[in-house]
């Protein structure tokens, strides 16, 4: 096995020595270190005059200089590609390499794995709309947001299996919307609101929403959770622009309430900071492994219910930043 090197401090004692006179046999003796060692200190002193240590070529690559040129552009060119079809591209071209192998000749080029986010497609039409509803609303008074009622359903699955994708992307890419399966075995449907006071009344829907449910949702819970947030009547309501949600008897209803509703854009999660707090829930839920949709349902509201007042607070005071970013991306993707 081989010996630990000697200290900076040793190797400049033996220099120091050497320069005094002292011959190999004296300096090895006085140092207590073989004499083959002195002598190699001393010749790498006369050719780099130093001691300290020099930078080491290491393990010599099994991957070629083509092969690696291929690998980054492969890489590169093909987003979606994974480690496995990179391995086995080089194995056919003679260089058999593990795939860790493949991940750091990436990362050094900058080629980072990542899952893609989810991300609706934009049409120019939506991305229109997304930048104009941020530019008019950029100047709004944080009391404004914190009149809004924010509103949103999700499905929360109870077993599925997400489609991993390992992509060779700058990291300036990360936001690219990319297509990602999921399978769902079975699921429920949820619909709360919430705004700077807290998260709104949780409610389990069973069978398919339409209009005439949506409507009944709003008569028995959307009052309710106003006043259980302290809001009064005086409060701004936000919805998407699914069907339902903009029939015409929806629209009378909220008419015939007096409830004003906010202006929105279509295909605009980003938007809705309500989205974050379904990303919390749906990983807090799946952590408590719910095994058939009883589990499930009691999970969901639980942790629905744990969610802070000052989460829900800091999402809203910090909503203008949403709005400057959807501005920067001219009313594409964002991180949010």
Same mark, same amino acid.
Request: proline fraction near 5%; charged fraction near 25%.
């Given at each position: 096995?081989?010996?630990?090197?000697?200290?900076?401090?040793?190797?400049?004692?033996?220099?120091?020595?050497?320069?005094?006179?002292?011959?190999?046999?004296?300096?090895?003796?006085?140092?207590?270190?073989?004499?083959?060692?002195?002598?190699?200190?001393?010749?790498?002193?006369?050719?780099?005059?130093?001691?300290?240590?020099?930078?080491?070529?290491?393990?010599?690559?099994?991957?070629?200089?083509?092969?690696?040129?291929?690998?980054?552009?492969?890489?590169?060119?093909?987003?979606?590609?994974?480690?496995?079809?990179?391995?086995?591209?080089?194995?056919?071209?003679?260089?058999?390499?593990?795939?860790?192998?493949?991940?750091?000749?990436?990362?050094?080029?900058?080629?980072?794995?990542?899952?893609?986010?989810?991300?609706?497609?934009?049409?120019?039409?939506?991305?229109?709309?997304?930048?104009?509803?941020?530019?008019?609303?950029?100047?709004?008074?944080?009391?404004?947001?914190?009149?809004?009622?924010?509103?949103?359903?999700?499905?929360?699955?109870?077993?599925?299996?997400?489609?991993?994708?390992?992509?060779?992307?700058?990291?300036?890419?990360?936001?690219?919307?990319?297509?990602?399966?999921?399978?769902?075995?079975?699921?429920?449907?949820?619909?709360?609101?919430?705004? @700077? %006071?807290?998260?709104?009344?949780?409610? /389990?829907?069973?069978?398919? +929403?339409?209009?005439? #449910?949506?409507?009944? =949702?709003?008569?028995?819970?959307?009052?309710?959770?106003?006043?259980?947030?302290?809001?009064?009547?005086?409060?701004?309501? @936000? %919805?998407?622009?699914?069907?339902?949600? /903009?029939?015409?008897?929806? +629209?009378?209803?909220? #008419?015939?309430?007096? =409830?004003?509703?906010?202006?929105?854009?279509?295909?605009?999660?980003?938007?809705?900071?309500?989205?974050?707090?379904?990303?919390?829930?749906?990983?807090?839920?799946?952590?408590?492994?719910?095994?058939?949709?009883?589990?499930? #349902?009691?999970?969901?509201?639980?942790?629905?219910?744990?969610?802070?007042?000052?989460?829900?607070?800091?999402?809203?005071?910090?909503?203008?930043?949403?709005?400057?970013?959807?501005?920067?991306?001219?009313?594409?993707?964002?991180?949010?």
């Amino acid at each position: 096995m081989k010996n630990k090197e000697h200290t900076r401090q040793v190797r400049d004692t033996v220099v120091k020595k050497f320069k005094a006179g002292f011959g190999y046999k004296n300096i090895s003796q006085a140092l207590n270190i073989p004499r083959s060692t002195v002598q190699a200190i001393i010749l790498k002193w006369k050719e780099y005059q130093t001691t300290a240590n020099l930078p080491r070529p290491g393990r010599p690559s099994k991957l070629s200089a083509h092969t690696r040129r291929r690998l980054i552009r492969d890489a590169a060119q093909r987003p979606m590609i994974t480690l496995d079809e990179l391995q086995r591209s080089t194995a056919e071209v003679g260089d058999s390499v593990h795939r860790t192998t493949i991940s750091r000749i990436l990362h050094k080029s900058g080629l980072n794995g990542r899952v893609a986010r989810r991300k609706p497609f934009l049409k120019d039409i939506h991305k229109k709309c997304c930048l104009k509803f941020a530019t008019s609303h950029l100047g709004d008074t944080p009391n404004m947001w914190k009149k809004v009622l924010w509103s949103d359903e999700t499905k929360i699955e109870l077993l599925a299996t997400m489609q991993n994708v390992m992509f060779g992307v700058k990291a300036t890419q990360l936001n690219t919307p990319s297509p990602l399966s999921n399978m769902v075995v079975a699921a429920s449907w949820f619909g709360p609101a919430f705004l @700077q %006071q807290g998260q709104g009344r949780w409610l /389990k829907i069973d069978g398919k +929403m339409d209009g005439a #449910k949506y409507r009944t =949702i709003l008569e028995e819970n959307l009052m309710e959770s106003a006043k259980d947030l302290r809001l009064g009547r005086r409060f701004v309501f @936000q %919805q998407d622009n699914d069907p339902k949600h /903009k029939a015409k008897s929806t +629209m009378e209803w909220f #008419k015939n309430k007096h =409830i004003q509703v906010l202006e929105w854009p279509s295909q605009s999660p980003d938007l809705n900071p309500i989205e974050n707090l379904w990303k919390e829930l749906k990983t807090a839920v799946h952590k408590c492994s719910p095994s058939n949709l009883t589990e499930l #349902k009691l999970f969901c509201k639980e942790e629905w219910e744990k969610m802070s007042v000052s989460r829900c607070a800091k999402l809203i005071k910090t909503y203008p930043k949403r709005l400057t970013a959807v501005i920067a991306a001219k009313g594409g993707a964002t991180k949010y």
